[in-house]
């Protein structure tokens, strides 16, 4: 997995000399991407995962046992 985008950048392909429009979240190539120079526009490396969430329900009470007969 390549370098994440976190900001929006514009800027022409190093080979086709078109101009391109990245969005935050994308991985451009490595041509491109050595072309993107600051480092505010990319993810951190190593991104904190985010914590499970907690359980939102309580376990159910076991079920009451047949009375004897």
Not at 15 to 27: K, M
Not at 66 to 69: F, I, T
């Given at each position: 997995?390549?370098?994440?985008?976190?900001?929006?950048?514009?800027?022409?392909?190093p080979?086709?000399?078109?101009?391109?429009?990245?969005?935050?979240?994308?991985?451009p190539?490595?041509?491109?991407?050595?072309?993107?120079?600051?480092?505010?526009?990319?993810?951190?490396?190593?991104?904190?995962?985010?914590?499970?969430?907690?359980?939102?329900?309580?376990?159910?009470?076991?079920?009451?046992e047949?009375?004897?007969?």
């Open positions: 997995m390549g370098a994440r985008l976190a900001a929006a950048v514009h800027l022409d392909h080979v086709t000399h078109e101009r391109i429009h990245l969005q935050p979240g994308d991985e190539e490595p041509e491109v991407a050595a072309l993107i120079t600051n480092p505010e526009a990319w993810l951190p490396d190593d991104p904190e995962p985010e914590p499970a969430p907690a359980a939102k329900r309580k376990p159910k009470p076991p079920a009451p047949p009375a004897a007969q």
